[in-house]
């Protein structure tokens, strides 16, 4: 076996290989930018080197910077992780002139289904199914448009070299080729150094299932099961499961089979995926083969057992599958979590900062359950805006759907970050929806879910009640923390507590009456009673100051993100949000009485929704604008993003230029 291989990435998939590689008693090496010299990664592996400034284009993807680290270290293979150079031939061919092994595919496998034209030439060779589309080199916008009409709508415009979302536009109508076709184009060749892209059907209502697929350098390929990852923004997956609610054992096999037969045709020797479109029918299209290892590998180790890192490791060593197609069992389910850098209450729209608060759920078992979380960051680190907005992967692992759903849920409300912006609110809300609750999947399902964009509901029925419940219990504590403050004019053991409280949450009026509970031995213990004669058994040894509020509300066990405000406290919990103020009935009478001050906007500004680099401005000053009309084109994190008038308006002045970076919130333009 290896003695020491070499992580060519960052971040959690790079502290993802380490642990595995820890466990098999391998040395690690890790690579490291300007920007992450005191990166997790880095911390945890046993060497590490500097490759260069923060830009990927200087560091992580500078094939001879890689190799010159592995020669300096003595590093004998090269995890390249996914991303970067994970699915370049070049790199593969490279360290194999400098006799470094690839933890990975051979290069004419990579060549072969890495180029997302020619693996479906290579599909339809080998009899699998694939989707109507045109593959041959498109000239123009013009030619966009012809092969559009030609194939009928809507339409995938697509990066040839693409992956992770970047690269793709669908088009409706042959008015929004030109431009898709141009963004496609500009996004690859900005992350992948290639501009070639290419136009396929688009089925509509569909979902993207792919095949998880392991092969040796001895012709042994085996098919892991399915993921089904149709939860997706802008072709970028936020939520994966395995298996998939949607698949039965027959067309498992059959896809599974179709999946490795591909895979042989190219004699693939790895860890890879197979992926496809399919229909509610159970209908299903070749889309791509990613020569890689996946974002959502783990919810796949979860119903297997099978650590895919190890046996790429394993495989690339020269060993022979330790395991037969007839011995992969799928056991349970799984639910995988992305965690982005991102607000989900302005458009997903990338985040950046430092992380005052990092407070992961705890890992392990629960019940019959498990929570696994896989990360590269820490307490204290910056997300920085030249690298992929991923914070977090939280994984669960359950008997059945509806319990790795419910475990995610608590995971979830548990997981504690501030500093910057995140996704979680967004993420706990989709874990409490109806329709994903049921299955009833496809990759249309946030904007059909949220045509509006996001914001966090407010608390209803069982929720509120929940919410209604801590916050009184939140309340109580605080307020023993008070009587117990020294100095104070009045001894702590003449005040009387008012057992009679009224918690306001979300503008309704909750009258309740705590009291301790009946058993004196039930520490942290209360009983919240509602006007009704409804009573909440609550127990927590919550401390004030700590961002997770977990304790049991009856019998259930419950987490809520409490953040501290003016005489009150903001929760977070099952995807909901509000303010709440516990008074006693007297002050509830005064403080309705209240005015609410309102938020004053304006319309007139048009501001950087995030962290970015104006790409292009598209208006003059003195021009006028259409509603819906496109004035600017910000990237960030890999992404374009347009930015459009949201009124019929006259540009009065810019004050943004091409090229220039802009924080948050920076004015780009006014109008008159």
Not at 10 to 23: L, S, Y
Not at 219 to 231: A, H, K, Q, T
Not at 439 to 444: C, I, V
Not at 456 to 480: S, T, Y
């Amino acid at each position: 076996m290896f003695d020491k291989i070499l992580i060519a990435n960052r971040g959690e998939i790079a502290c993802r290989v380490i642990k595995t590689a820890r466990r098999m008693g391998i040395k690690t090496v890790a690579v490291h930018s300007d920007a992450d010299r005191d990166a997790v990664h880095v911390a945890m592996a046993d060497e590490a080197v500097h490759i260069g400034p923060a830009a990927a284009s200087q560091s992580y993807l500078v094939i001879e910077k890689i190799i010159d680290a592995c020669k300096r270290t003595g590093a004998q293979a090269v995890h390249p992780g996914y991303g970067f150079l994970s699915e370049r031939e070049a790199f593969a061919n490279a360290l194999a002139e400098a006799n470094i092994v690839f933890i990975g595919p051979n290069p004419g496998a990579i060549a072969a289904m890495g180029d997302k034209i020619e693996s479906k030439k290579a599909a339809a060779a080998a009899d699998v199914s694939t989707v109507p589309g045109f593959l041959g080199v498109i000239e123009s916008p013009e030619h966009a448009v012809e092969i559009a009409d030609g194939i009928g709508y809507p339409v995938m415009i697509k990066a040839s070299a693409g992956g992770g979302g970047k690269g793709m536009r669908i088009a409706y109508a042959s008015g929004e080729v030109a431009e898709g076709f141009a963004r496609a184009k500009s996004e690859a060749a900005s992350s992948f150094g290639d501009d070639r892209v290419f136009i396929e059907k688009f089925i509509t209502d569909p979902r993207h299932i792919e095949i998880q697929v392991i092969g040796d350098k001895h012709g042994n390929v085996v098919y892991l099961g399915e993921r089904e990852c149709s939860i997706q923004r802008r072709n970028q997956k936020v939520i994966e499961e395995a298996p998939s609610p949607l698949l039965d054992e027959a067309t498992r096999r059959k896809m599974g089979e179709q999946a490795v037969a591909l895979a042989k045709a190219v004699d693939y020797d790895s860890a890879g995926t197979v992926e496809f479109v399919a229909g509610q029918d159970k209908s299903f299209y070749f889309l791509e083969m990613n020569t890689r290892l996946q974002v959502e590998h783990p919810v796949t180790e979860m119903i297997t057992g099978v650590d895919l890192v190890e046996l790429m490791i394993r495989v690339a060593y020269g060993e022979t599958l330790p395991l037969t197609q007839d011995q992969v069992k799928l056991d349970g389910w799984a639910v995988e979590s992305r965690v982005y850098a991102e607000d989900p209450t302005r458009n997903f729209l990338p985040s950046i900062g430092r992380l005052t608060t990092y407070r992961p759920p705890e890992e392990g078992e629960f019940g019959n359950g498990k929570v696994r979380n896989d990360t590269g960051v820490e307490e204290g680190g910056e997300i920085a805006i030249h690298y992929d907005p991923m914070i977090a992967k939280l994984v669960t692992w359950a008997p059945t759907r509806a319990e790795a759903i419910e475990l995610q849920a608590e995971a979830l409300d548990a997981f504690a970050i501030d500093g910057i912006r995140h996704n979680i609110p967004f993420l706990a809300a989709l874990m409490a929806h109806p329709r994903w609750r049921e299955g009833a999947l496809s990759t249309g399902f946030i904007a059909e879910e949220f045509p509006e964009g996001f914001s966090a509901p407010e608390p209803k029925g069982a929720v509120a009640q929940r919410m209604m419940a801590a916050a009184a219990a939140i309340d109580h504590k605080l307020n023993a923390r008070k009587r117990g403050i020294s100095g104070q004019m009045r001894d702590p053991g003449l005040l009387h507590f008012e057992r009679d409280r009224v918690v306001m949450l979300a503008g309704e009026a909750f009258p309740v009456t705590v009291d301790p509970h009946e058993d004196a031995l039930a520490q942290n213990c209360l009983v919240v009673t509602e006007a009704d004669g409804t009573a909440h058994v609550v127990e927590s040894e919550w401390r004030p100051g700590e961002p997770v509020w977990t304790g049991t509300i009856g019998a259930q066990r419950v987490a809520i993100q409490v953040r501290g405000l003016l005489n009150g406290v903001a929760l977070q919990h099952a995807g909901a949000a509000a303010d709440a103020r516990v008074y006693t009935r007297r002050e509830a009478e005064l403080a309705a009485l209240m005015p609410v001050k309102e938020d004053a906007g304006s319309g007139k500004q048009v501001l950087c929704p995030m962290p970015g680099l104006v790409k292009q401005i598209l208006v003059k000053e003195g021009q006028e604008v259409k509603n819906g009309e496109a004035i600017a084109i910000v990237e960030a994190m890999k992404m374009e993003n347009v930015l459009r008038a949201e009124r019929d308006a006259t540009v009065e002045k810019i004050h943004a230029k091409e090229g220039e970076s802009l924080a948050v919130d920076a004015v780009i333009l006014e109008f008159a």
